[in-house]
């Protein structure tokens, strides 16, 4: 069954994420002293080996990480011409780089923002500013550690589609798109209430 929520319901997803193998040990990072459980901001998303051994399927739509896409892009190119290459960018990716490799984003028809492991608000900030300061207009998905909590609060922030962790119901997580009525906060899709009221 499908984990993909767009337009309020479950749909089946017609892109297949490209992920690149994991080689070897996973290394134990620490930072003054303790172990860090999440990519830092900056921080290389795959090693080269990961990249050059990653298998990219021959047709059908595809969403590329962002540093596969940079490694393989001549190869590509007629493929993203063709409305066949989506982007995932991770949470800790400078959005810089995705703005470098694509300076009007909507040549991609979809992004995707990878959330490793759900710590802080990264994945919030990067739909904004990709919604807002990039002037992107096609579909903005959420991937990774996605949970029911966050879907209202990522729809603010300028998503518009959410792969629902795979242990989690997807269905019930739709439910909390209407969690509230009205944000009180600034949001892409939304003014605040409180600047809908004159106090003339």
């Known amino acids: 069954m499908s984990q993909l929520i767009k337009n309020n319901a479950i749909v089946a997803d017609e892109w297949t994420r490209v992920i690149p193998p994991t080689l070897g040990e996973e290394v134990v990072r620490k930072q003054a002293g303790k172990v860090v459980l999440f990519k830092l901001h900056g921080e290389p998303t795959f090693t080269q080996a990961q990249i050059d051994a990653t298998e990219i ?3 059908g739509k595809i969403i590329l990480p962002l540093p596969v896409w940079l490694a393989k ?3 590509l190119s007629a493929r993203l011409q063709a409305g066949e290459i989506g982007i995932s960018i991770a949470t800790h990716e ?3 780089q995705l703005a470098e490799a694509f ?3 909507n040549v991609l028809p979809l992004i995707a923002v990878f959330v490793e492991r759900f710590a802080d608000g ?3 900030t990067l739909g904004n500013w990709i919604r807002t300061r990039y002037g992107f207009k096609n579909e903005l998905r959420a ?3 996605v949970l029911r909590d966050q879907l209202f609060f990522l729809k603010c922030s300028g998503y518009d589609s959410y792969l629902i962790r795979a242990d989690r119901n997807a269905q019930e997580a739709i439910a909390s798109l209407n969690d509230f009525t009205q944000p009180y906060q600034g949001a892409v899709d939304d003014v605040p209430v409180w600047r809908r009221i004159s106090r003339a």
């Open 57 to 59: 399927p021959a047709t």
């Open 73 to 75: 892009k001549d190869s």
């Open 94 to 96: 400078p959005i810089e």
């Open 103 to 105: 300076p009007d984003l």
């Open 122 to 124: 990264r994945n919030f």
């Open 143 to 145: 991937v990774g550690d």
